[in-house]
């Protein structure tokens, strides 16, 4: 049974999620998988094609990348128009507490940056329309291949409006009309009315495609990036039921950034290490950089650690708690998530 | 505000707005028409490359004959349609999935009865939709204030709805139904074909979901066999079973007709986006 990291799942996007994954549903094969000589699935085998010659884009993928908690790695702070920066930073100062996800609202362009990464994306095409199921949200979108242009004076919506052709093998998906409601990662870049979103589908082999995708929001941000998504095939997989139902979060999500505990260096040098736990398989991994503690929960990345007190911290809203013992080493670190504790064991 | 708050109608407001979008009266390809250029619903239903009939479409359960909502309930049915709904055409199935048994013939179990009368009494503020939570089956197949779009291919049926933009996927790869499935709000659907028929099953219901307006409850054990016979392009015969051993002594079959969309698509509808009920929804 595959397992959906849940590491990229941040406080603001989950609730029911580990609930579902027990489900029995992505027991079931994909159909059509090639075999290597010794009966073992050949990812490497070529791209397959529909009966009127084109990519056959269908089947349950996820992102080889995830861009879930930054989408501008490589921006600078004065890329950004100065209303987006200033978004930015006050979103950041409070704990990123009114975002889409935390209110249960769609991802918007998320969905192309990003989903797919903790929550898988089941491509469905026809030869006129490509449909994109999420798991997230059970949320879709649509994308017309009729040769339809994109509307002229659109109306906003969470998900956008999408047209799609082929050039050549890829498939160069359009997106525009999204509103402005959501942010374009969990970091919070915001995005104005005018994004566009451009995703280049290469299925490069039976298991890979190589997904492109480019945002241009001049209203935002002073020059467009592209950001190499990439997507797995996942081959006993499907998607599971995703509910907002059960939202719990938001309670949690209080306080400033600015309010940081003062914590002397030399104490925060005391955790930095490798925690291991069953739930992360790569482990949880805590650095020190200048002043300030990283931690990355199992491959999510670093997050900033923003201290609650000596020895609790803030991760984007989630509070991480470190143990010691009777003699004051540094046992364990406790992660509080809203589906329950989840403790690391510090590598001797 | 009374506590029978209007319980479709919290869902309404995103829907009434998007209306106006440019998603809408795009002449659709392939779509038979008359000598005037309008759609031809009357015309041959399509069929796809392996000779199956195509569903394809955007479709929607079609109106109650005038008078019919107000004959079998009164006024009383009315309070949870929002200005721009006219409640009265909403399908009697869609409101009470019962309404052709008498009261002493209901196949409800004398034990669940207490249950359907508090969810009746509540509807406006326990009902799932009052709370954006999912219209589950079979509910989604008779709402007819939003279409909803088939997107059929070999191996497998995509469902899309505008209420809450949510999909639904029906396996037609041959598979059966899981033995021991994880409850969920939308189920998990098989189809075969047995001739012009899509028969499609369904199990792994949780037991949250309601199956009408008015709040007959339903157990784990629910099952739904759907029946979908496209008749020509523009209608499609669609039998619904409901099977609840748990709750009903017997099966609910109903049949509707549900009615192409032609030129036009699903919007997009936001449950969460504008709610400002629960506010006001009293704690009990």
């Not at chain 1, 998988?33 to 089947?59: C, F, H, V």
């Not at chain 1, 649509?142 to 004076?153: H, I, N, S, Y």
């Not at chain 1, 998906?173 to 979103?197: F, I, K, M, Q, W």
């Not at chain 2, 899981?178 to 199990?203: F, H, I, N």
Request: a negative charge.
């Amino acid at each position: 049974m595959h397992k959906f990291a849940p590491m990229y799942k941040l406080a603001m996007l989950l609730s029911v999620m580990s609930v579902s994954l027990a489900a029995q549903w992505p027991n079931h094969p994909a159909p059509g998988l090639p075999k290597t000589a010794e009966g073992k699935i050949n990812l490497a085998a070529p791209a397959p094609r529909t009966p009127d010659g084109k990519p056959d884009l269908n089947g349950v993928w996820k992102t080889s990348r995830s861009f879930l908690l930054n989408s501008a790695p490589d921006l600078k702070p004065e890329d950004m128009q100065p209303w987006a920066a200033a978004l930015y930073n006050h979103s950041a100062d409070n704990y990123r507490n009114d975002t889409d996800g935390i209110n249960c609202l769609p991802p918007g362009p998320k969905a192309s940056i990003a989903l797919g990464g903790g929550y898988p994306v089941k491509i469905v095409q026809t030869p006129n329309l490509a449909v994109l199921l999420y798991e997230y949200q059970t949320i879709f979108r649509q994308v017309f291949m009729d040769g339809r242009a994109l509307p002229e004076d659109p109306n906003p919506t969470w998900m956008g409006y999408s047209v799609g052709r082929w050039d050549g093998d890829t498939l160069v998906v359009t997106t525009a009309s999204y509103n402005d409601r959501t942010s374009l990662d969990l970091g919070g870049h915001p995005h104005s009315e005018s994004l566009r979103v451009t995703e280049r589908f290469h299925r490069t082999s039976f298991g890979h495609i190589d997904l492109q995708v480019t945002l241009d929001d001049p209203k935002a941000y002073k020059r467009s990036w592209t950001l190499p998504v990439g997507l797995d095939l996942v081959t006993d997989g499907d998607l599971i039921e995703y509910v907002c139902e059960n939202e719990r979060d938001k309670q949690h999500l209080v306080g400033k950034r600015s309010e940081e505990f003062s914590v002397p260096v030399n104490v925060l040098a005391q955790y930095v290490g490798r925690y291991d736990t069953p739930v992360y398989p790569t482990g949880v991994i805590v650095t020190l950089e200048g002043n300030r503690l990283m931690i990355d929960p199992g491959g999510a990345g670093k997050i900033p650690l923003v201290a609650q007190s000596e020895n609790t911290f803030s991760m984007e809203g989630n509070i991480v708690e470190f143990q010691k013992d009777s003699k004051g080493a540094v046992t364990g670190v406790l992660q509080h998530w809203t589906e329950g504790d989840r403790p690391a064991v510090r590598r001797k | 505000m009374s506590n029978r708050v209007k319980g479709v109608g919290l869902l309404l407001a995103a829907t009434l707005l998007s209306a106006n979008g440019q998603w809408l009266n795009y002449p659709a390809p392939g779509t038979p028409r008359t000598r005037d250029g309008r759609p031809d619903l009357a015309a041959k239903a399509p069929r796809t490359r392996d000779g199956k009939p195509d569903l394809s479409g955007v479709w929607q359960s079609e109106f109650s004959p005038k008078g019919e909502i107000d004959r079998l309930f009164g006024p009383e049915l009315r309070d949870f349609a929002v200005p721009g709904d006219d409640p009265t055409e909403f399908p009697k199935y869609f409101l009470n999935l019962l309404v052709d048994f008498k009261p002493e013939d209901s196949p409800l179990r004398p034990e669940f009865a207490e249950l359907a009368r508090h969810n009746s009494a509540l509807r406006g503020t326990i009902s799932p939709v009052a709370q954006c939570l999912p219209q589950s089956l079979p509910r989604a197949d008779l709402t007819n204030y939003a279409p909803f779009k088939i997107i059929q291919t070999p191996g497998l049926i995509a469902v899309l709805y505008e209420v809450d933009s949510t999909n639904r996927q029906i396996y037609l790869d041959g598979r059966k139904l899981p033995v021991d499935p994880q409850p969920s709000w939308v189920g998990y659907s098989v189809g075969k074909w047995e001739g012009d028929t899509l028969v499609v099953d369904s199990a792994g219901f949780n037991d949250k979901g309601w199956l009408d307006v008015v709040g007959h409850p339903h157990s784990e054990e629910l099952r739904i066999q759907e029946r979908f016979h496209r008749r020509d392009f523009g209608h499609m015969d669609l039998g619904i079973t409901v099977e609840d051993p748990k709750m009903y002594t017997k099966p609910i079959t109903i049949k509707v007709t549900l009615v192409l969309q032609a030129d036009s698509d699903i919007l997009e509808t936001v449950c969460n986006e504008n709610e400002k009920d629960r506010a006001h929804i009293e704690k009990r």
